[in-house]
């Protein structure tokens, strides 16, 4: 694809009513979206996207844990956010009659596996790069996901 074609067709998106197009031409495919003003939701069964207290930080590319004073001083759970290097859909398990890679209250290591982010045909493992227990998955299965989406929560051991 030709990079003027792209440019015009990110132009036209951004005038346009449209949010997202995404085109396959001779084997290559782009995809232009855009999402103003939108804030971010968390996709769960539970009520609460977070833990009770415990709120995402606002800093673009941070994961660092989240942490809360509790009225005793005393600091509360600390969870870290792993969030998604890429643009994807997610899955939870490797196939889709597969058990899922980890399930909430699960104890997980630096380097576990806990889901797959397809992209462009390919599948990209997501590993845990800290050691805790599992406490939230915030993205249903099968949804995409954007880069930097928070995507699990592991309370830190």
């Given at each position: 694809?030709?990079?003027a074609?792209?440019?015009?067709v990110?132009k036209l ?8 197009i995404e085109i396959?031409e001779?084997g290559k ?11 971010p939701?968390f ?5 609460q996207?977070y833990?009770?207290?415990?709120q ?6 941070a ?6 004073s ?9 969870y870290h956010?792993v ?7 997610f899955?939870?398990?490797?196939a889709p ?23 462009m ?15 939230q998955?915030?993205v249903e ?11 699990f929560l592991?309370?830190?051991?």
């Amino acid at each position: 694809m030709d990079l003027a074609y792209v440019k015009k067709v990110i132009k036209l998106i951004e005038k346009s009513d449209v949010d997202e197009i995404e085109i396959e031409e001779e084997g290559k495919k782009i995809r232009v979206a855009k999402h103003k003003n939108q804030q971010p939701t968390f996709i769960q069964a539970a009520a609460q996207p977070y833990p009770q207290g415990i709120q995402p930080s606002s800093a673009p590319g941070a994961s660092a844990s989240s942490v809360q004073s509790s009225p005793t001083g005393k600091p509360e759970v600390k969870y870290h956010e792993v969030r998604s290097p890429i643009v994807g859909t997610f899955y939870r398990a490797p196939a889709p009659d597969a058990e899922p890679y980890v399930e909430i209250g699960q104890n997980v290591s630096v380097g576990s596996v806990l889901c797959i982010v397809e992209a462009m045909k390919l599948m990209n493992e997501i590993e845990s790069d800290v050691s805790g227990r599992l406490a939230q998955v915030l993205v249903e299965n099968g949804k995409p996901v954007e880069y930097n989406q928070v995507i699990f929560l592991i309370e830190k051991s």
